[in-house]
């Protein structure tokens, strides 16, 4: 049966809420060395960003911005700001993904190192990324910035990681808006259950689900929400990551 137009509306409606149509100010800066091999892991918990989907395109988060890791997996397109620094690279932008916090340094000013106390808006983006669009030099440029969807390449992963009653799932390259709101769990032998955040990307469940194949419902910041069906056998493992053929 056919969708009625006004429930489509409000779906295409909700798939955008979390798209920014304006440009916002913040600064950037970068890290992590001409390889951006310093980026690796983070505070979203995605660890090797090259197998996690997300590569060198990758940025951490002021305080402001990070919100405490709700703000992981969303993706920003970054244009240095022309009108305000001759270090910029003139008509150029990229899209990065947020993968790591950066912490606030109280010992600096927040106008003289602190760059990422809050409540400032500040990129510190991975090295490769930071040069695509400002000179090497600069050290840190004024940009603008805007939430755009994430595009990412096959289906949605998680890696369950933990041990008996205590199941500890990362779930990673995300399409869409990117950023994991709620995540349920089923085995084949249980309701759904909410898993509760337990840091970054990274969610938890107390109950014992061995020997079951298990069943995931991953919901957006945005409302939109996949159900992934006996993505792991009941012979899973801890440790061992599962790829669905499912994305946003």
Not at 44 to 61: K, P, V
Not at 90 to 117: E, Q, R, V
Not at 156 to 180: A, K, M, P
Not at 213 to 231: G, H, P, Q
Request: charged content about 10%; glycine content about 10%; overall charge positive.
């Amino acid at each position: 049966m056919a969708m009625p137009v006004v429930q489509v509306l409000l779906l295409c409606a909700l798939a955008y809420q979390a798209v920014d149509a304006q440009w916002t100010p913040a600064t950037a800066t970068f890290y992590g060395g001409s390889d951006g091999a310093g980026t690796m892991g983070g505070a979203c918990g995605y660890g090797n960003l090259y197998n996690a989907g997300y590569g060198l395109n990758n940025a951490a988060l002021s305080s402001a911005l990070f919100n405490d890791g709700a703000m992981c997996g969303a993706c920003y397109t970054i244009a240095c700001d022309t009108s305000q620094s001759t270090w910029c690279k003139p008509g150029t932008s990229i899209t990065i993904t947020a993968t790591n916090l950066c912490p606030p340094n109280y010992a600096k000013k927040s106008d003289a190192g602190g760059w990422c106390n809050p409540p400032r808006k500040h990129f510190d983006m991975s090295q490769p990324a930071w040069t695509s669009i400002a000179i090497y030099q600069a050290g840190i440029v004024p940009v603008n910035f805007k939430r755009v969807p994430c595009q990412k390449s096959g289906g949605i992963r998680f890696t369950i990681s933990g041990r008996d009653y205590f199941e500890l799932v990362t779930v990673f390259n995300v399409g869409g808006s990117g950023v994991v709101a709620q995540v349920s769990i089923k085995g084949s032998k249980t309701d759904w259950m909410a898993m509760s955040r337990n840091w970054g990307q990274n969610w938890q469940s107390n109950a014992y689900l061995n020997t079951q194949s298990l069943s995931f419902k991953v919901k957006l910041d945005d409302a939109r929400e996949v159900t992934v069906w006996n993505i792991a056998p009941s012979n899973w493992n801890f440790g061992t990551t599962y790829t669905s053929n499912i994305n946003f």
